[in-house]
């Protein structure tokens, strides 16, 4: 089991730009996928970007394509989420995840951190 914990959120005005970052502990990191979800107020959780293990294979969600960027470093055990161009529907919750597929089904991940809150106002 990894153990997961994010940072960076905070508030931000819309059309300007925030870095999270998973820090990971516990089994191998280096071995696992890496994803980023969000949850809203009164919303269910919806992926945001899912990161090999070898930083080869990215896939983002149509809402995060051109404006948020994924990456790792598995020397550093963390994962990074670049957000840009932000928006007030942005606002949420964010969480990183861990998973060995493929998907960005929320079910499909196993250990998952506490969350971090991003709020962008208008």
């Known amino acids: 089991q990894v153990q997961l914990v994010e940072s960076g959120g905070g508030l931000v005005q819309a059309g300007g730009s925030l870095r999270l970052s998973c820090a990971a502990s516990?089994?191998?990191?280096?071995?696992?996928?890496m994803g980023w979800f969000r949850q809203a107020p009164g919303k269910e959780r919806e992926f945001v970007a899912l990161?090999?293990?070898?930083?080869?294979?990215?896939y983002y969600a149509d809402s995060a394509k051109g404006r948020f960027i994924i990456s790792r470093d598995n020397a550093k055990n963390t994962v990074y989420l670049q957000m840009n161009s932000l928006k007030p529907e942005d606002t949420a919750v964010y969480y990183c995840?861990?998973?060995?597929?493929?998907?960005?089904?929320?079910?499909?991940?196993?250990?998952w951190g506490q969350g971090t809150q991003v709020t962008v106002s208008s």
């Open positions: 990161i090999s293990w070898n930083s080869i294979s990215l």
């Open positions: 995840a861990a998973t060995n597929g493929w998907s960005g089904r929320a079910s499909d991940y196993r250990s």
């Open positions: 516990g089994r191998t990191f280096s071995g696992i996928n």
